[in-house]
């Protein structure tokens, strides 16, 4: 399985934005793919999972209510929609992935390379 995370940028306080995460593999309907999220100088945090077969998603508290985490079949891709977004959602996220249940560990066996996102005030 390859993941590729696109979609980060520079924007301000209250914007949205999109990031999307490809997922390359047959299998891909057997994992669960997690959004992690590392700002400098702090350890990588966990912010959405969803299990691609059943569809289940968990939220982080710190972004329940803004964030949304989805799965495109059709294009093999998860999405993370980010609204109201907020200075210290700033930091680089990455995708990953890891067959059967989600978890909010980072004990993914898949990794993308990450797309940084910046929130100015």
């Known amino acids: 399985v390859q993941l590729q995370a696109s979609g980060g940028g520079l924007v301000q306080a209250g914007d949205s934005l999109r990031l999307s995460c490809a997922v390359s593999g047959r299998t891909y309907s057997m994992y669960t793919v997690g959004w992690f999220r590392q700002a400098p100088g702090k350890e990588r945090e966990f912010v959405a999972t969803i299990n691609w077969r059943s569809g289940y998603t968990y939220h982080a508290e710190s972004v329940k209510g803004r964030f949304t985490i989805s799965r495109d079949n059709a294009n093999n891709t998860v999405y993370l929609q980010m609204n109201s977004l907020k200075p210290e959602d700033t930091a680089v996220y990455y995708c990953?992935?890891?067959?059967?249940?989600?978890?909010?560990?980072?004990?993914?066996?898949?990794w993308g390379q990450g797309t940084q996102v910046t929130v100015s005030s």
């Open positions: 990953a992935a890891k067959l059967g249940g989600v978890t909010t560990t980072p004990a993914y066996d898949y």
